[in-house]
């Protein structure tokens, strides 16, 4: 029943059903410096950490609120997604942003960020930790 469950878990992601995905427990306040991450943007501030399976925006992060003029021919994926995530709830109009109202994890780092951007962006540099230190120089280290 195990082995069942396991590839059903597998699967449905590739489907793109997510009724089997575990919520997201973990939150800021229990990580530690190195750990957390902050991804800025246009006065929008986003915090998360990476994880097994990519990387999770923590609930309340906040992501511009239009898209890049240059989105939606040279980065198509990126508009559809936030048009996904809001439609589902995940992200909300507040005041001059968006909000996310749940911990959201993402494929990656830059998938996260550009959500966050509303346009193309690389992760590796976009997220930093409260030192200044950008993801790709924490991972070289």
């Keep these: 029943m195990e082995v069942f469950l396991s590839k059903i878990q597998q699967l449905l992601p590739v489907l793109g059903s997510d009724i089997v995905t575990p ?5 800021e306040n229990n990580l530690t410096t190195s750990d957390l991450l902050i991804c800025e943007n246009k006065g ?3 915090k998360g950490r990476r994880t097994s399976d990519g990387f999770v925006v923590f609930k309340g992060s906040q992501a511009v609120l239009e898209n890049r003029p240059s989105a939606a ?3 198509p994926y990126v508009v559809s997604l936030r048009e996904k995530l ?6 909300v109009r507040e005041k001059d942003y968006l909000k996310f109202v749940r911990n959201t994890e993402f494929s ?3 998938a ?7 346009g193309g962006a690389n ?3 976009s997220w930093k930790n409260k030192m200044g230190k ?3 120089e924490i991972e070289i280290a």
């Design 112 to 118: 996260a960020a550009t959500v966050i951007h509303g």
């Design 73 to 75: 021919v040279q980065h």
């Design 86 to 91: 809001i439609a589902d709830g995940t992200l």
């Design 134 to 136: 950008t993801l790709k």
């Design 23 to 27: 919520a997201l427990h973990t939150n």
């Design 123 to 125: 992760g590796l540099i």
């Design 108 to 110: 990656s780092p830059s």
């Design 44 to 46: 929008c501030i986003a």
